[in-house]
């Protein structure tokens, strides 16, 4: 049997991504049950197999959500999908009872960036002030008695 060619391999590869199930996009079900629990009523339960139904259908959702996205941005000349193509993307659905929840998600996604941003800036400018206070000499004794060593080394070598 000859070898097979990269080619070939190839295109076994495109085949087998193209063959994607949607068994193959599981969510995490404590996310799925975290997420249902926080909507359901107190008290009430649901089985297995409603966990799982929840869990393909997020991942249908997000699939026809992220391809509506993708268009968006494509007709933007972007690769990247951002937050208003995903907006768009949910008043192309006709989904706009999430919109306002989405809008107060991206905003508060925002704020938390901005707030890392500006605590890193703060470490890194606080930790650069501490190098330059350790590359300076606290007087100008210090200075003196390295002039004074300096001068006995040389003193000694002579």
Do not use: C, W, Y
Request: proline share 3%.
């Amino acid at each position: 049997m000859p070898p097979k060619s990269a080619a070939s391999g190839d295109k076994a590869k495109s085949k087998a991504k193209d063959k994607h199930t949607i068994e193959d996009l599981r969510l995490p079900m404590t996310a799925i049950t975290r997420i249902a629990k926080d909507v359901l009523p107190e008290g009430t339960a649901f089985g297995k197999d409603a966990k799982v139904a929840l869990a393909k259908s997020a991942a249908v959702f997000i699939l026809h959500l992220t391809n509506f996205s993708n268009e968006f941005a494509t007709k933007g000349k972007r690769k990247a999908i951002n937050g208003a193509d995903v907006l768009a993307a949910v008043k192309a659905m006709e989904m706009t009872e999430f919109e306002d929840e989405l809008k107060k998600g991206q905003a508060k996604f925002q704020e938390r960036k901005q707030a890392k941003a500006e605590a890193a800036k703060k470490r890194k400018s606080a930790k650069d002030l501490n190098t330059d206070e350790e590359e300076r000499p606290a007087s100008g004794a210090d200075v003196e008695d390295d002039v004074m060593v300096e001068d006995e080394e040389t003193n000694e070598e002579k």
